[in-house]
C-alpha cells in the first residue's frame, strides 16, 4: 500500500445529541470499532479523528489497541479544548495486525486541531483514502438544510454493516432517536449492497452527525420530514456505495444485478452478492466474455441454500435487456454472443490511472455498467446488488499491498 498516514479531523463547533453509527459485524472488529460502540452511549459528541494506513487490529498487548485509540482521542480534545476523550470517536483503516503509531500521532494533533476549516470536506474526503484512486464525495439539500458525506474504500469490500469508512454530516436537527433508527435501514440498502471482492473489514464504520442549526418541522408534519430526510440519506448513500464499487482496485466493469420475484428481500441480496462475487463470473467480465452459464451456476448455487424449496421454473435472466435464459434453457446464438461482448465493451472502463484529468485524481469517464435482471418468480422482494470484475491489476495491488 502506498500510501503514507494521514490524520482526518471532523470536529463540530458545539457538542451534538444526535449521533448514529453502524458498525463491522466482523467477529475480530479493530480497537476503534470497540470505541466507538461504547461511546454510542455517550450523551454528546464533538469529533472525529481518522488515521489511515494501520487499522489497529489485535496489535501489540492484549488491551493495547483500544489504550492507543483512547489515548489518541484523549489528545485530541486536550488539543481542541473539549476536556473529555468521551466527546471524540476514533477510526483507523489499513493494515491488518500493525500497531498504530501512537507517539507520532500525538505529537501531529495539535497541528491538526488548527488546521481545521469549513469550507470543503474534500480535504478529508482525500485524507482518509487509502488505496482509492480517488475521493468519494456527496451531497443533497432537503428542508433547508444539508447533507454532506464521504467514505473511502476500494479493496476488502463486502461490508455487513455500512462501508469501509464513510461519515454523514448534516445541519439538519434531526432528533438522535430518528437518527439511529434511519441509519441503519440506510446502510442495509446501499453499502450492503456491494461487493468488490466479498471480504469484509475488521473497521467497517459509518458514522452520522447532526449539528442541529436547521430545525425540522414539528407536529403533525414530522413524520413525514424525516421520512424525507431518510430518502434524502439514502440517495447520498447509494451513490457513495456506487463511486466505492467504480473506484475499487482493479475495477475495469461495474455489475449491477437486479434479483426480483424473491420470497424475501434477504434471499434476494444473497442471490445477487452470489452473481457479484463468483470468481468465474467476475473474470469472464473481466476479458469481455460473455460466459454467461457463469451467471445462472452462481444463482442455482445460492439459490439451493437459501430457498432450497423454491421451484425455479418460471426464472429469468436478462442482460442488458436482452433475455438470455427463460422457460429452463438459454436463448444464445452468435448474433447474440457478439452482442454481449460489444456491451461488455461498451461498459468498460480505462486504467485508474490513464483518467487523471484537471482535478488531479482519475475519475471514471462514464457511469456505465453491465446490468444483469434475475425473475425468480417466486415471490414479491427483490434487491440490487453491485460488484466489480475481476482483474489482473486486482491481484497485483493486493499481492504487494505491503511493500
Known sequence: MKAKMNLTLIALDRPTDSFAAVFTRNAFPGAPVIVGKSRMSAERIQAVVVNNKISNVCAGSPNGPVADSERVCAELATALGLGAAELVLPCSTGIIGWRLPVGEMCAALPALAAARQSESALPAATGIMTTDAYPKLRAEEVLGGRIVAFAKGAGMIEPNMATMLAYVLTDLAVPRAALREMLPRVAAVSFNCISVDGDQSTSDTLIALASGKVPMPTGAAAEAALAEVEAALTRVCTALATDIVRNGEGVR????????????????????KAVVNSNLFKCAVAGNDPNVGRILAAVGSCAGVVIPDAKLD?????????????????????????ALYAYFKQAEMPKHADTVGEEGFPFPPHERAVEILVE????????????ADLTGEYVEINADYRS
Request: charged content about 20%; aromatic content about 4%; proline content about 2%.
Open 253 to 272: 466493469h461495474i455489475i449491477d444485478v437486479t434479483v426480483t420475484g424473491a420470497p424475501t428481500a434477504a434471499a434476494a441480496r444473497a442471490i445477487g
Open 314 to 338: 418460471n426464472a429469468k435472466v436478462s442482460m442488458g435487456g436482452r433475455v438470455l435464459f427463460a422457460d429452463g434453457r438459454f436463448q444464445l446464438d452468435g448474433d447474440t454472443e457478439d
Open 376 to 387: 425468480l418468480g417466486v415471490g414479491s422482494e427483490s434487491a440490487r446488488v453491485l460488484g
